[in-house]
């Protein structure tokens, strides 16, 4: 069995990142609800709206709470309550202008909306106890329990690995995985009463709604095909804060 231990955490910034200067932007807040922390160091950082979160930040959040990140490069990353993450890189290459961005999901769940990545070098990847996921442009639904780990894809794909294990696993729109014990664990859809706690914990929007007609909806949302799937689209939209 693949296991991770908490402290490796540390040392795998090390091996997956370029070398990003801690304190150098990340981002910034774009919305707050209820209780919500930024760790800068040993520091606690005020959190309002529009402040900056920089490379090294932990973010935390109380219970009913949530917060969005807009990163420099438009991606985003809204947490749902008792959720807990590090900005462990977002780099932009001098040279070649590629992203170099690495995210540790510790604990709860967290929605990352991911653009595009068009300079072919560029690495965008998510890390939780459990799995490191690979991202080229994307919509991720990821939730971390200690070392089992869930993963749901609304839109496009992404690839997971596990330090030590050879195999990857693909994972397409409207897939869902869950890793805990043996790998590689087999994709699925995603199961109904888990998308609906996700939802009812992270927040919804009726923006996908007005995509799928036509209308000026944000993101990327194309209309998927199966019943899952069409639920998600009407309920997830673009990630908001303020319930519905």
């Known amino acids: 069995m693949n296991h991770f231990i908490p402290g490796m955490l540390i040392a795998l910034s090390l091996l997956f990142s370029s070398p990003a200067i801690a304190g150098e932007l990340a981002g910034h807040i774009d919305a707050i609800m209820g209780e919500v922390h930024l760790t800068r160091g040993d520091i606690e950082i005020p959190v309002a709206l529009q402040a900056g979160v920089e490379v090294g930040d932990h973010v935390s959040t109380g219970k009913t709470s949530r917060v969005r990140i807009v990163f420099n490069d438009g991606s985003s990353m809204q947490l749902g309550q008792h959720a807990e993450a590090v900005i462990d890189n977002y780099a932009t290459g001098a040279s070649d202008g590629a992203l170099d961005a690495l995210i540790s999901l510790i604990e709860g ?41 869930h993963v749901a894809l609304a839109e496009g794909h992404i690839q997971l690995s596990r330090p030590g294990a050879a195999a990857e696993v693909a994972l397409n729109k409207g897939q869902y995985l ?8 087999a994709p699925q859809a995603i199961p109904e009463q888990w998308l609906n706690d996700f939802i009812n914990d992270v927040g919804t929007s009726d923006a996908g709604a007005r995509k799928k007609k036509g209308g000026s909806g944000s993101g990327d949302i194309s209309v998927p095909t199966d019943a899952i799937q ?9 990630p908001m804060v303020v319930p519905q």
């Open 109 to 149: 769940r967290g929605r990352f909306i991911v653009e595009k990545l068009k300079n072919k070098d560029a690495k965008y990847r998510i890390r939780t106890r459990a799995v490191l996921i690979g991202v080229r442009g994307t919509d991720i639904l990821a939730q971390a329990n200690n070392y089992i780990s």
């Open 178 to 185: 869950l890793v805990v014990g043996k790998w590689p664990p």
């Open 230 to 238: 069409q639920k998600m689209l009407n309920q997830m939209g673009s």
